[in-house]
């Protein structure tokens, strides 16, 4: 399957918010009306958010990872920093085990080194560990996980 991974575009709300909804459903919540509506404008008006979508060759989406940037605010006694916390990586079942997830993490990495973030966080569900932990991420407690810049160098 040709994958093409790219950053999400306004116009990609409701595809990023259709999946968030997929996710939530898998992990067996129950789905309020107009949540794809709630959804997608929360998302248009958090400018503190990086999310890369996945799409088959004919525009279906296939997943996504989104993460919230966040900045250390200045102090005498450290660097300013930035990182990543990943709220949610998604691949959809039928596209599960074609390395996505992989290539999602890829991509918000790659955007992290251009724009001054240091680490990715983000907390593991049990099924997802191997998956993060084939990525780089290492485990301080059970479910917290993180990756740092320089791990990989």
Same mark, same amino acid.
């Given at each position: 399957?040709?994958?093409?991974?790219?950053?999400?575009?306004? $116009?990609?709300?409701?595809? !990023?918010?259709?999946?968030?909804?997929?996710?939530?459903?898998? *992990?067996?919540?129950?789905?309020?009306?107009?949540?794809?509506?709630? #959804?997608?404008?929360? =998302?248009?008006? /958090?400018?503190?958010?990086?999310?890369?979508?996945?799409?088959?060759?004919?525009?279906?989406?296939?997943?996504?990872?989104?993460?919230?940037?966040?900045?250390?605010?200045?102090?005498? $006694?450290?660097?300013?920093?930035? =990182?990543? &916390? !990943?709220?949610?990586?998604? !691949?959809?079942? /039928?596209?599960?085990?074609?390395?996505?997830?992989?290539?999602?993490?890829?991509?918000?990495?790659? =955007?992290?080194?251009? &724009?001054? !973030? /240091?680490?990715?966080?983000?907390?593991?569900?049990?099924?997802? $560990?191997?998956? #993060?932990?084939?990525?780089?991420?290492? *485990?301080?407690?059970?479910?917290?996980?993180? =990756? &740092?810049?320089? *791990? /990989?160098?």
């Amino acid at each position: 399957m040709s994958t093409v991974i790219r950053l999400a575009l306004s $116009r990609d709300a409701l595809a !990023v918010a259709a999946l968030t909804m997929q996710d939530d459903r898998e *992990s067996g919540a129950t789905i309020e009306e107009g949540f794809l509506d709630r #959804y997608a404008a929360a =998302w248009l008006a /958090d400018r503190a958010r990086v999310t890369f979508l996945a799409e088959a060759p004919d525009g279906r989406p296939l997943g996504m990872v989104t993460a919230a940037v966040i900045t250390k605010l200045p102090s005498s $006694r450290r660097p300013v920093s930035r =990182w990543l &916390h !990943v709220s949610l990586l998604f !691949v959809t079942p /039928d596209a599960r085990g074609a390395g996505i997830g992989t290539s999602l993490l890829e991509a918000l990495r790659f =955007w992290g080194g251009e &724009h001054d !973030v /240091d680490r990715m966080q983000l907390n593991a569900v049990p099924q997802a $560990r191997t998956l #993060y932990e084939r990525a780089g991420f290492t *485990s301080p407690t059970a479910r917290f996980m993180e =990756w &740092h810049a320089n *791990s /990989d160098r």
